[in-house]
């Protein structure tokens, strides 16, 4: 009795799957606040050099002014006369602000604008930094301590970098710690996400994990900038966003263990025991030779893959056999496709004319409907369809904005700009969110920790390209959405590379990961295939199965003959049963 089967007697679907499905869509909320404070922090209203003449005018009267100058924000005026007014040669000490709805941000407050801008930019780099090192780190601790401790301390470092970042007024303290915060990033989602998978049902993952991400992410993004709102500070909204991350700490009772994991840390004892409180808060009753039969089977697996003297999988396993390194190597290229085209898509739009709060929102509304057609094809299709084909819409919906922006350079149209920019988070955010759950039931077991990690550390690290990709568009300026279409259409193609996960046992070794899929042809999608001739999963249960049988028969030359001659005659009979099925 695999993983998959004795879940499913302990309750696949049921009480204890709801509990860690709200507490996934908890976690998207928090990270959806913690991941853009950043932005939130730095917003920049329309500014403009203080003068004492300016003091009882209008925000218009005051931009008529200033629009004869080419930097009206940090062109500083000696004199107003009337029409006629008269530059100093002094820098700006000091600004007058038209706050969006009164909301007063760090730049404002610290006056980091004009030339003390790049402050704030050093802040956000180092917040990046901060969550590839992160990134890496808990992705490697979740593999040797378990993923609901490097969970909570990943969390409680988001929440230590961001409430201690209410408290900065220089820029060492401010970028030491948006460093720490940054440590957080990803991990303290993905991780969880990791949990929820591998304790519910197969064919309830999409609906599950896609309609969390769907409801809550973008419930979280759209409520992100009217908090702020109604905070007015920067300072109360960082308190606001920081000490709900705090509640994460009581998941530690009870969110159970990873059990696969547990499995892969030969602790069988640990696994079985989170297996029976998953059944006892489900009501469901597993007989003690259920699980005794499992524990066989995860011990004669451990035995066939080399026992207890065999070295725990690292993240280097995954490249030593060919289809292994393959499948990584295209799960790291297109984390970096997504990953880059994402964060140069939101760059490319910035000042178009539109409240930068209002925008947020608007953007955020594409994060529902992705996740809903997620579940409405993914199960269709497969994941390795769905990938493929965001990636592809992904591209063209870029290509057609880039267009549009070109074209209109100097007189933008603001509602079609905002149109096509939520036609490329859509795309994008199918992408992303498919790539997510395909990368993790991909990664085997034993390595999805630090496989996820390095995953997502290869999309930051691409990510730091998309201002030099952008900035070839003061040359020609299609050109950044040419280089976009490219790559987002490369990722579709090499996505037609990996195998189908789609109601798949998930490799939990690197042997079966090396398996899993193989035989499988570039065009196969499980829409275009009746259910009896699909046998693109069939390596790895002839792997399973031949090492099962071996083992029984080992036993039966052990001289334990009476207790184990009914294994050798079970496993010759599955076999036998499942040649008759095929033919």
């Not at 853009?36 to 003449?53: G, L, N, R």
Request: neutral net charge; contains cysteine; glycine residues 6%.
């Amino acid at each position: 009795m695999d993983f998959d089967q004795i879940l499913a007697k302990c309750g696949d679907f049921n009480r204890y799957q709801f509990m860690i499905l709200a507490l996934f869509g908890f976690i998207n909320i928090i990270v959806s606040m913690h991941y853009f404070t950043q932005t939130v922090i730095s917003f920049v209203p329309d500014h403009w050099c203080y003068h004492e003449k300016l003091v009882n005018m209008t925000y218009k009267e005051i931009a008529d002014i200033y629009s004869k100058f080419d930097n009206p924000s940090c062109t500083r005026l000696a004199d107003i006369d009337g029409p006629n007014v008269t530059v100093s040669t002094q820098e700006c000490e000091r600004w007058i602000y038209n706050y969006d709805f009164g909301y007063r941000s760090m730049n404002t407050e610290l006056n980091w604008v004009c030339d003390s801008a790049y402050k704030a930019r050093i802040g956000q780099s180092l917040f990046f930094i901060g969550s590839v090192v992160g990134t890496l780190f808990y992705g490697l601790l979740s593999d040797k301590i378990g993923r609901v401790p490097a969970l909570i301390l990943s969390n409680f470092c988001g929440f230590a970098g961001d409430f201690s970042t209410i408290f900065t007024k220089s820029v060492a303290t401010f970028t030491l710690c948006r460093f720490i915060s940054g440590l957080a990033a990803d991990t303290n989602f993905y991780l969880m996400y990791i949990i929820v998978l591998e304790y519910i049902r197969p064919s309830m993952r999409t609906l599950g994990l896609n309609m969390a991400v769907g409801l809550f992410y973008c419930l979280g993004l759209v409520f992100t900038p009217w908090l702020a709102v109604w905070a007015g500070h920067w300072q109360i909204y960082l308190a606001c966003t920081s000490l709900p991350i705090l509640l994460v700490v009581l998941f530690y009772f009870v969110v159970q263990e990873s059990a696969q994991w547990l499995v892969t840390r030969n602790d069988i004892d640990g696994a079985i025991m989170r297996l029976k409180r998953v059944a006892r808060f489900n009501g469901c009753h597993v007989t003690q030779a259920d699980f005794d039969e499992f524990r066989r089977h995860c011990q004669m697996t451990r035995e066939m893959q080399g026992g207890d003297d065999k070295k725990h999988a690292t993240l280097l396993d995954m490249f030593k056999t060919p289809r292994m390194r393959k499948n990584t190597l295209i799960l790291f290229f297109k984390s970096m496709v997504i990953t880059l085209c994402y964060d140069a898509v939101s760059r490319n739009v910035e000042g178009m004319g539109i409240s930068p709060f209002i925008m947020f929102s608007l953007s955020a509304l594409a994060v529902l409907p992705s996740s809903i057609l997620l579940v409405l094809l993914q199960d269709r299709i497969g994941r390795k369809g769905m990938a493929s084909g965001s990636l592809l819409v992904g591209g063209l919906f870029t290509v057609a904005a880039g267009i549009a922006i070109a074209y209109q350079q100097h007189s933008h149209n603001a509602i079609l700009l905002a149109c096509l920019t939520i036609a490329v988070r859509f795309g994008v955010a199918i992408s992303y969110e498919s790539g997510s759950q395909y990368a993790t039931e991909l990664i085997p077991t034993c390595v999805r920790g630090q496989g996820v990690a390095a995953v997502h550390v290869a999309g930051f690290a691409a990510s730091f390209l998309a201002p030099y990709i952008l900035w070839l568009g003061t040359f020609f300026k299609a050109a950044p959405s040419i280089i976009l279409g490219v790559l987002f259409f490369a990722g579709s193609f090499v996505c037609l590379l990996l195998p189908e996960t789609l109601n798949r046992s998930l490799p939990t070794t690197i042997e079966e990961g090396e398996v899993f899929g193989k035989g499988e042809r570039m065009f196969d999608f499980p829409c275009l295939q009746h259910h009896d001739d699909d046998d693109s999963d069939s390596e790895m249960e002839k792997y399973k199965r031949k090492h099962s049988l071996i083992d029984a028969k080992q036993q039966v030359e052990s001289g334990n003959y009476n207790k184990r001659k009914q294994s050798l005659i079970d496993a010759d009979r599955e076999e036998q049963a499942l040649k008759d099925a095929k033919h």
